[in-house]
């Protein structure tokens, strides 16, 4: 607010007094009469300052102890050729001022609300009050900020407007009381979508002036800060409280998403209420509360108006810096503040003056022997990104190339036969590359993958048959008949044996003239096989292994005559039947390994004659090709194939053949079921490879 100015003057005196309801009066005592002067007041902590420029402290003692009502202690120091008068609160009070004569005169309140920047001193208004009448609200923004805050950001259409905000349970009610709403910003904003605290805005007009609730979800922390025509609220998710899952951002009607910041503030919450500052007071004030020193660049001027409420400090000088288009550098405990062009020209000069100190230091050259890497590589990553601004010089062995890593005037040549790098540079360069290389050059650790291909088959076939048949039989019995063998190569009425019999079962009975035969064959058979293959190999991080081993089968391909009379010819082809393991493996930073892999087992499954000569093999193929996170020592199966046959046949007389019981003669039964399964483990593990110091 603006207070009577000094002139040349001198504080000669401060005085105390206990008033009504409460209120204390603290008298300034000078050697002359006072003019205007500029006061403001912080709620964190409770403060009133009072800065009398022009003015010499001639107190006896620097704090004079109070301890009455709101009012704690006042203070006066001298700096600069002004002096400022601090009033100590217990907790914010309002106050009012007057002057007479070579008096002013503060009037603290008892102290139940914030401090106001209406307060106003009798001998003059506060220009706080001197709004337009026409001052209304233009736009209602909403942004998602850092670490899922939600920011609300009213925009009015001058300066001027006096904004309160507090807290009412889990809402955030905001007054505006000297301006107002239009009738299209009154409508209900569903900000749920930006995933932060603030789940809808209800701005409404109140009796000419503006109320703005914002509903929230869950613990928060609110604060607000007012600059120029701007006033914003951030509702930030209360620390410690369970973060907020941020989903797809959205947009609400009339809202415009923003980019959030990328700095994170973590100072102690000030409140300051600012009008018509001079920046350099702001800076000062700033700098107490942070306990650190502020040194501003004499072209920092100007006055700055604005209100924060709950701010960290740091980011009160950020709202405040980006106000005067200013910036910061810091040091230690040392904050530097100057014009943003004023910064960036001095960095500009330093790093110019670099350069220069650089091209007049004279150039070294350094051997650099490579243990584990590749020079050339290496050498091309020196220069990345600078390839094509040429160079000469170079070796037999290797190229030379400029730029990059180094610096203007260095160059890079690599010896591929010693591996060796051959660095002409300055010596600070020299020593970066040395650091840099020291990172890079490391054995690398490798990886042993061990497969297990694992085929399992099982067979079981059963067939049962018979044969029967009735002869005239008018002669000599056969010599087989008498020995108990079958008594007939054919003519029987029933010819349904088994394929291959394993045990055959003959029954004749004879008479002088009837022979009846009867043979019953049956077959069970049962087979169980397991193939395992089990290829490794073994190979660095990030390179390729391949192991292979199996035949090259050979068969004939008839080449028909190219013409009449012309003659046949046959060659000889191959085909490969391997057994195949294929592997790029990588260590990921948690000690996993990411397979890329390729696993083959061919067989010959049978061979088919070629109608020319020869026999041309059948192979069967089984292969899978993956990608496959792994742990270190952990066995996966990365594939598998199950195959189940099963078929059964029967063979029979009609009609005959489904007679019970004896219907058995006349038919031949058999089941085949046969099952085959494929498995492929994979097993990686990682060798830790010995640093060598």
Not at 37 to 58: M, S, W
Not at 273 to 301: C, H, K, M, Y
Not at 655 to 670: A, E, I, M, T, Y
């Amino acid at each position: 607010m603006s207070l009577p100015a000094l002139a040349a003057n001198v504080l000669k005196d401060v005085r105390y007094a206990q008033a009504a309801g409460g209120k204390v009066d603290i008298t300034l005592e000078f050697a002359e009469p006072v003019g205007d002067v500029q006061a403001f007041t912080t709620d964190t902590p409770p403060r009133i300052a009072v800065d009398l420029p022009d003015t010499t402290n001639a107190l006896a003692q620097r704090r004079v102890v109070i301890g009455s009502g709101a009012a704690s202690a006042v203070s006066a120091v001298e700096s600069g050729g002004r002096t400022r008068v601090v009033v100590d609160l217990f907790r914010p009070a309002g106050y009012t001022a007057r002057s007479a004569g070579n008096l002013l005169v503060l009037t603290v309140d008892a102290g139940v609300a914030q401090t106001s920047a209406a307060n106003a001193m009798a001998s003059g208004s506060d220009p706080t009050k001197k709004v337009a009448s026409d001052l209304e609200v233009a736009n209602i923004d909403f942004r998602r900020g850092e670490n899922g805050s939600g920011r609300v950001i009213l925009r009015f259409s001058g300066d001027g407007a006096t904004a309160d905000m507090r807290n009412e349970g889990s809402r955030v009610v905001v007054d505006v009381p000297n301006a107002s709403i239009p009738e299209s910003l009154r409508r209900h904003l569903d900000v749920t979508d930006f995933a932060t605290p603030v789940t809808s805005l209800e701005p409404r007009a109140n009796a000419g002036s503006t109320r703005l609730v914002i509903n929230t979800n869950g613990a928060f922390e609110s604060m607000a800060y007012q600059t120029g025509n701007e006033y914003v609220i951030e509702i930030a998710p209360k620390r410690g409280a369970a973060p907020m899952i941020a989903g797809a951002p959205g947009r609400a009607a009339g809202a415009v998403a923003g980019e959030a910041e990328a700095r994170t503030y973590r100072g102690r919450p000030v409140t300051f209420n600012f009008q018509d500052v001079p920046v350099r007071t702001v800076l000062q004030l700033i700098a107490e509360e942070s306990g650190l020193n502020v040194v501003a660049a004499d072209t920092v001027q100007g006055n700055v108006t604005l209100r924060l409420i709950n701010v960290p400090w740091d980011q009160a000088m950020d709202i405040v810096l980006r106000a005067k288009q200013l910036d910061k550098r810091r040091e230690g405990n040392v904050i530097w503040v100057a014009p943003q062009k004023e910064i960036a020209d001095f960095e500009k000069a330093l790093a110019d003056a670099r350069i220069a100190l650089e091209d007049r230091e004279p150039l070294v050259t350094e051997y650099i022997p490579i243990n584990y890497g590749n020079a050339q590589e290496i050498a091309e990553l020196l220069t990345e990104g600078a390839k094509n601004s040429g160079g000469g010089g170079g070796s037999s062995t290797g190229g030379q190339i400029t730029r990059g890593f180094l610096s203007p005037r260095g160059s890079v040549t690599a010896d591929t036969r010693t591996n060796t790098l051959l660095i002409i540079d300055i010596p600070r360069k020299i020593d970066e590359i040395r650091t840099l290389l020291a990172t890079l050059d490391r054995p690398v650790d490798q990886v042993l993958i061990e497969a297990r291909i694992v085929i399992a088959t099982e067979v079981f076939a059963r067939e049962l048959g018979a044969m029967f048949g009735i002869q005239d039989r008018v002669g000599t019995l056969p010599a087989a008949a008498a020995a108990g063998e079958s008594t007939s190569d054919s003519g029987f009425l029933v010819d349904l044996p088994a394929t291959t019999p394993a045990g055959v079962l003959n029954l004749s009975i004879l008479r002088s003239d009837i022979a009846l035969d009867l043979e019953l064959s049956a077959l069970e058979e049962e087979g169980r096989g397991e193939v395992v293959s089990n290829p490794r190999v073994i190979t660095a991080n990030q390179r390729e292994a391949v192991i292979r081993q199996g035949d090259e089968v050979g068969y004939l391909t008839i080449q028909p005559a190219q013409a009449a009379g012309g003659v046949v010819t046959a060659e000889v082809e191959f085909k490969e039947v391997l057994l195949e393991l294929k592997v790029t493996p990588t260590i990921t930073q948690d000690g996993r390994v990411y397979l890329n892999l390729m696993v083959k087992k061919d067989e010959v499954s049978e061979l088919i004659a070629n109608p020319a000569g020869g026999f041309v093999p059948q192979i069967a193929k089984r292969e899978v090709s993956t990608a496959v996170l792994v742990d270190n020592g952990q066995t996966v199966v990365v594939g598998g194939v199950y195959e189940f046959k099963n078929r059964e046949d029967l063979r029979k007389v009609p009609w005959l053949g489904d007679v019970p019981v004896l219907g058995n003669l006349f038919r031949n039964k058999s089941r085949e079921a046969e099952k085959a399964e494929l498995l492929i483990f994979v097993t990686p593990r990682v060798l830790q490879v010995a640093h060598r110091g």
